[in-house]
């Protein structure tokens, strides 16, 4: 009932295919009991009921990379050098699984997962100009000249553009469902939105919330209008759709066994930078030993990366996942479509003493 109900074929088509024979003998399997007794040949929804599973190998994934990417390096001169590197990309094709139509694999092409479209990385060295011989300091001697000399910053810095993100709809037979537009998209508004001391933002600045009623992100899709209201059965639809702030329908789920009109991977997400910085000192003790301090800084300006939940890449990267961008109403979650509920990433410091000899 709640299969039908909510245009679910696939796995109403699967259920009625295994169902079994209720009354059959302990330990005895029976599928298909359904399908014999009504008169329907074995083979009506499965072509070839006999077999548990069928596998298809075959090369189903491929990308067409194409990029610039262009690198200015400046060597040691008046004690500074650094690197910067930049690339401008696009990164198309196939993922390789959850096809929509296995019988029309071209449809699904588009921007990969790992595309992103703008990533710049910089790092280099900085030898401070203090102590003897250099711009502040330079008449310093004995032991002030010793502390105050061999200070070196270094920094690494990355930027990237946020990776190609899906919205969601119901599901497809074979893979992931995409919603069918019926209103104007704001692709003008994608983005972090995040006021300031809110616990929580949105992607999209709020622009699906009714404004006349701020707890109303989602409505029914317009499909349950088109669901028997015999035997409760229109009561067990959960199909959503999100509307504009006047409460037009913009993205709703489409009819059962059509493709959605949006496509894949249409919009981006949230972008990432960061910045790592160091100050470290060698002290020359005798000509084969030195003392090194050093302290690092990760994440040295404190910068949040928002996101729908936190996952961590490593133990100085963490990336935040991509806000909540089905349209189908979560049946624990009051969250509006395009929820940002959570922020990852904090600076941190650590201290190191070395001694060479």
Known sequence: RNMLANGNYSGLATAISNWANPNAPKGVTDNGWLLRTSGFPENFIVTNPQFNAVNLYTNWGMANYHSMQAQFTMRPTAGIS??????WSKNLG???????????????????????????TSY??????????????????????????????????????GSPVNITAQSTLYGTGVPDQVGPFPFDKVGVDWQHGAYAGNYFA????????????????????????????????TLTAVTDPDGN????????????????NRIYGPGTWNADLALSKSVRI??????????DATNIFNHPQPGGSSVAASTRISYASAPLLSILKSSNSNNPFGYLGSKTGQRSFQARLRFSF
């Open 249 to 264: 329908i913009v993205l709703q789920n489409p009819l059962p066994g059509k493709r959605g009109n949006f496509g894949f």
């Open 286 to 295: 005798a000509e084969s030993k030195s003392l090194q301090v050093r302290v």
């Open 94 to 120: 196939l993922t390789g699984s959850g096809i929509t139509d296995p019988r029309d694999r071209a449809a699904d092409y588009t921007v990969l997962g790992s595309d992103r479209r703008h990533v710049l």
């Open 206 to 237: 709020n622009y699906f919330v009714d404004k006349n009623d701020s707890t109303k992100t989602y409505v029914d899709d317009p499909q349950k209008a088109n669901v028997t209201s015999m035997d409760n059965l229109r009561n067990l639809v």
């Open 124 to 161: 280099g060295t900085f030898d401070l100009p203090i102590g003897p011989n250099r711009l502040f300091f330079s008449k310093s001697s004995g032991p002030l000249a010793r502390f105050l000399e061999n200070w070196q910053a270094s920094w690494i810095a990355n930027f990237s553009s």
């Open 82 to 87: 650094f690197q910067v590197s930049y690339t």
